[in-house]
């Protein structure tokens, strides 16, 4: 059964029950039957508007519960859907919706620029207010039609669109209802959303609630930076299923009220985006004796996770760094040399993965997508194949993550390609070249440094520093915004013409 068939079960089932709950959104909730009711009404209108133009569509806003009620109509109506957060620059904004020729726009917030077919949230309410229509279950997305497109950073400076399809979220959904060993479904559980929509980490707490008939507890960013507001909403959510990168646990655990005393009916943490820190784990392990840390790993191309490993002290004591688990059934994880050829375990390469969940490529993008996927047969079935660009290796039948091969990092759980930074810094007047390398803090990347070539004399690098890095948050969101910028008279160069990056390492 599939996620839209699971929601409609709910809102008959559990009509009155709590769906999405964002507290400082102008609509703080939406009930099953509500979120299944508007969903309809709303994507009665854009197939009724747009009739054959089957364009994916634009949501860009924050954590109003709405977001996912226009999700959910613009499946309905046959379309992918395409999540932008407000913290995306205008400029991103432009190339998604510009790269997407999204029909309309369901602008949620206030877009800060003028752009043609936008529907601002009061007009989406006019719209769910004044009419009782319902699309046909015929228009729904299925199979390997697209359900959604999340970009994430390119390294040519523009954004690429991840098409994952219904078959790969519902897929993913079969697994994910049963993190931790145990049927999560009519648990009445509540999840903690932390991540922004447009990061490909919120789809496992959103569809995961909404596929097991949860309630979806939204931490708006204003919360999560103010610690006393987070504790707060924290201990009111009676959370049960806690979603995050490990750096935001890190940073909750930074704050002594962040304990099992406090959110007493936690059982399950679910971590993905980056580096679970054996430290990290240990510390929830003591903090919450009841609960279970769970280590998943997945890029957003193999729809969010595919691994799991349930991190006991057992295993802390075993193993450091942490592995990210074994492979979900239907996923095949390949470990392979630069020549294609499978590696044996204990050798490292490059994570290939093959599976039920891996993404028919990226939209509108066949150069790139021809590169990075394939297929591949396994036990009779072909599936199709992606190779990740990670570094891992197998040991004792469990995978462990070594970091990127190229020029793609992790940094606080978002995905970022170094090169996407160097060029956006080149499009600033006065920039002759430029090279961003990351910065490590106890084996885990902490911060980024950019090393920039000006066409002129600097006078005063720190003037010059906060200045450019204003600028360059016109252009890229603010966790890729370099946090130390090095202005230098040249790059260093290798022998083969190449930036000498580990020359400029030492310079760390």
């Known amino acids: 059964m599939g996620i839209l ?37 709303l994507a009665f209108y854009i197939q009724n508007e747009f009739k054959d133009n089957k364009f994916p569509i634009v949501v860009y806003g924050h954590k109003d519960p709405f977001m996912i009620v226009c999700f959910l109509a613009c499946v309905k109506s046959g379309r992918a859907y395409c999540p932008v957060d407000i913290s995306v620059p205008d400029e991103r904004v432009k190339d998604i919706i510009s790269e997407t020729k999204s029909p309309v726009i369901f602008s949620l917030e206030k877009l800060n620029f003028d752009t043609e077919n936008v529907l601002s949230l ?45 078959d790969c979220l519902n897929n993913f ?32 707490d959103l569809y995961t609630s ?35 990168t490990p750096s ?23 971590f993905c985006g980056e580096t679970l820190p054996n430290s990290t784990a240990n510390l929830l392990l003591e903090r919450f004796p009841g609960a279970k840390v769970i280590n998943t790993y997945g890029p957003t191309e193999s729809t969010v996770a595919m691994t799991e490993i349930d991190v006991t002290s057992e295993v802390l004591n075993k193993y450091s760094p942490l592995p990210v688990g074994k492979p979900k059934n239907g996923t095949y994880v390949f470990i392979m040399d630069e020549k294609g050829r499978e590696l044996p375990e204990g050798e490292k390469g490059e994570i290939v993965i093959v599976g039920d969940t891996v993404s028919v490529g990226y939209f509108n993008r066949p150069d790139i997508t021809n590169k990075a996927f394939g297929t591949k047969t396994v036990n009779g079935t072909s599936y199709r194949l992606y190779r990740t660009g990670d570094e891992g290796y197998f040991k004792d039948g469990q995978l462990f993550y070594c970091g990127r091969i190229d020029l793609q990092i992790k940094l606080h759980g978002y995905r970022i390609e170094l090169e996407d930074i160097e060029n956006n810094l080149m499009k600033i007047k006065g920039i ?3 090279v961003v390398l990351p910065v490590k803090k106890d084996g885990i990347i902490d911060s980024l440094t950019a090393f920039v070539v000006s066409e002129s004399k600097i006078e005063s690098s720190l003037k010059s520093m906060i200045a450019l890095k204003k600028e360059l948050a016109g252009f890229l969101p603010s966790y890729m915004v370099p946090k130390k910028i090095i202005f230098k008279d040249k790059i260093p160069m290798t022998n083969n013409g190449k930036v000498n990056r580990k020359k400029l390492m030492e310079e760390l």
């Open 5 to 41: 068939e699971k929601i409609k079960i709910y809102s008959e089932k559990n009509k009155d029950k709590i769906a999405i709950y964002s507290e400082n959104s102008k609509n703080k909730s939406v009930t099953y039957k509500e979120l299944w009711d508007y969903s309809d009404r």
């Open 122 to 166: 009061d007009e989406i309410e006019s719209i769910i207010n004044s009419t009782n229509d319902k699309i046909d279950e015929s228009c729904y997305v299925k199979d390997d039609d697209v359900f959604y497109i999340i970009f994430t950073s390119g390294s040519t400076g523009k954004p690429k669109g991840v098409q994952i399809t219904a």
């Open 173 to 204: 959904l079969k697994w994910s209802s049963f993190l931790g060993g145990e049927n999560l479904e009519n648990k009445d559980y509540v999840y903690i959303n932390q991540a922004p929509f447009s990061f490909d980490l919120s789809v496992m």
């Open 210 to 244: 909404l596929y097991t008939g949860g309630t979806l507890w939204c931490l708006e960013k204003a919360v999560q930076l103010n610690y006393g507001l987070l504790i707060e909403s924290l201990k009111k959510s009676k959370a049960n299923v806690w979603v995050s």
């Open 248 to 270: 935001f646990a890190s940073l909750c655990l930074a704050l002594d009220d962040f304990n099992g005393k406090n959110m007493s009916n936690i059982k399950l943490f679910l």
């Open 432 to 434: 002759k070249n430029a």
